[in-house]
Nanobody, 124 residues
Framework: QVQLVESGGGLVQAGGSLRLSCAAS????????MGWFRQAPGQEREFVAA????????YYADSLKGRFTIYRDNAQNTVYLQMNSLKVGDTAVYFC?????????????????WGQGTQVTVSS
């Protein structure tokens, strides 16, 4: 049974940084890609970034390029999201997800497994 557990969320001031972690277990993830999504109150869940386990290829939402970095530690089966220069608008619940396919997914429907989410709050 696939399990994704996020951690690292919290309260941070605007301009600060946070690193989110997603510990994955339950299967071998070769062939999978891992993604981060976020959902702010009253908003739809949106794509943040994704990475393929084997190649390390990454993909980012255009609006977040340069501030957010996704990377993985294969030995630890953990994916990270480093978030810098945080803004109040980054406040959301951040979700880790796993999907499989030839193309790295950017849509919710392309991910079959989801974590419970971790809250990130950026104060002004």
């Amino acid at each position: 049974q696939v399990q994704l557990v996020e951690s690292g969320g919290g309260l941070v001031q605007a301009g600060g940084s946070l690193r989110l972690s997603c510990a994955a277990s339950g299967r071998t993830f070769s062939g999978y890609y891992m993604g981060w999504f976020r959902q702010a109150p009253g908003q739809e869940r949106e794509f943040v970034a994704a990475i393929r386990w084997t190649s390390g290829n990454t993909y980012y939402a255009d609006s977040l390029k340069g501030r957010f970095t996704i990377y993985r530690d294969n030995a630890q089966n953990t994916v990270y999201l480093q978030m810098n220069s945080l803004k109040v608008g980054d406040t959301a619940v951040y979700f880790c997800a796993a999907g499989v396919g030839l193309r790295i997914g950017q849509r919710i429907g392309e991910y079959g497994y989801w974590g419970q989410g971790t809250q990130v709050t950026v104060s002004s």
